[in-house]
């Protein structure tokens, strides 16, 4: 496989007159976490069915493990795991008994059955319930069960379609952790996610989808740079101080009950010091200097209008 794990151009995806997917195009690079942001129905589940062949696409092209998904169809299976929304277990088995039954239908498991279950179970930290049912486990362990179904064919690209929805703090970071586990392995994650936390801890690159379009790609400190709200927040313990402080600065903001001044800019190194050298040439010292950026709640809200609310995507 090259250095793309996955690669669109002009994806298109329609229902009916509802254009879902216009013409997106993607570059995942292998062994990194990409995650695709966007509000309820923006079309990220409707990306996920395209990309692992769930779903026949009405435009563009697609490659995944350096597969065309339409003419290789079969291969790009064979090289992908995938984790819906919803844990895909089945409750009246156990866990071992989940895992077996994977083993069982994949025909791209090497080795030994039996060692590739335990292993799994040891990597998951589901010994102690291994012969419990499913339907005796927490929703953090189901997710838990639920991936280590995904990896049994030892998959290098692997779909989460919001793995953590639902679950609680604790059980999402042990989901981070597994997931940062598995990138330095050299797995390729393709993550959608609601949890703008979650895209920020994790992902290398991030694609944000609205209305069917890609309205920005980059890193998530590249896209909080593209949003205004950077400032520096000084706090002064005199309201003479406040008082002398706030001419220098014009384009400021006071707060004169918390005795502050809330300073736009770059947060870069050098404004930050002409700033400090402006406060010293008139003898003036803050006693608290802090310098506040814009986080991807703000990003995503500038991009598309919308806050982020953790429901499952209806229909797309």
């Keep these: 496989m090259t250095n793309t794990a996955i690669a669109a151009s002009g994806l298109r995806k329609a229902f009916g007159d509802t254009i879902v997917l216009d013409g997106i195009d993607l570059d995942v690079r292998a062994g990194t976490v990409f995650s695709l942001l966007g509000p309820n129905g923006a079309g990220k589940t409707t990306a996920v069915n395209v990309l692992t062949t769930l779903m026949q696409a009405d435009g563009g092209t697609v490659r995944v493990a350096g597969h065309d998904i339409a003419t290789e169809a079969k291969a790009v299976r064979a090289a992908i795991g995938v984790t819906g929304q919803f844990a895909a277990v089945d409750e009246l088995l156990t866990g071992r008994e989940n895992l077996q039954l994977m083993v069982d239908l994949s025909r791209t498991t090497p080795g030994d059955g039996n060692r590739v279950v335990t292993e799994l179970l040891e990597r998951f930290d589901l010994v102690e319930s291994a012969k419990k049912p499913a339907s005796t486990y927490s929703g953090g362990m189901r997710r838990k069960l639920d991936l280590a ?5 030892n998959p290098r690209i692997i779909f989460l379609d919001e793995p953590t929805t639902g679950l609680d703090p604790r059980s999402r970071r042990t989901m981070w952790e597994i997931v940062r586990e598995l990138v330095a392995d050299g797995v390729t994650i393709f993550l959608t996610t609601q949890y703008l936390d979650e895209a920020d801890q994790l992902a290398d690159r991030i694609a944000v989808l609205d209305q069917g379009r ?13 949003i205004p709200g950077t400032h520096v927040r000084l706090r002064f313990t005199t309201v003479a101080e406040l008082d002398a402080a706030a001419p220098l600065f014009p384009d400021s903001t006071r707060d004169d009950e918390a005795l502050a001044l809330r300073i736009p800019g770059d947060g870069g190194t050098k404004s930050l010091r002409a700033l400090l050298d402006r406060l010293d040439e008139h003898s003036l010292s803050a006693e608290e200097f802090t310098v506040h950026t814009p986080d991807l709640d703000d990003v995503f809200l500038a991009l598309t209008g919308h806050t982020t609310e953790p429901e499952t995507e209806a229909a797309t």
């Design 214 to 226: 890609l309205v920005a790609q980059g890193t998530a400190d590249e896209l909080k740079r593209q």
């Design 149 to 153: 179904m995904t990896l049994v064919g």
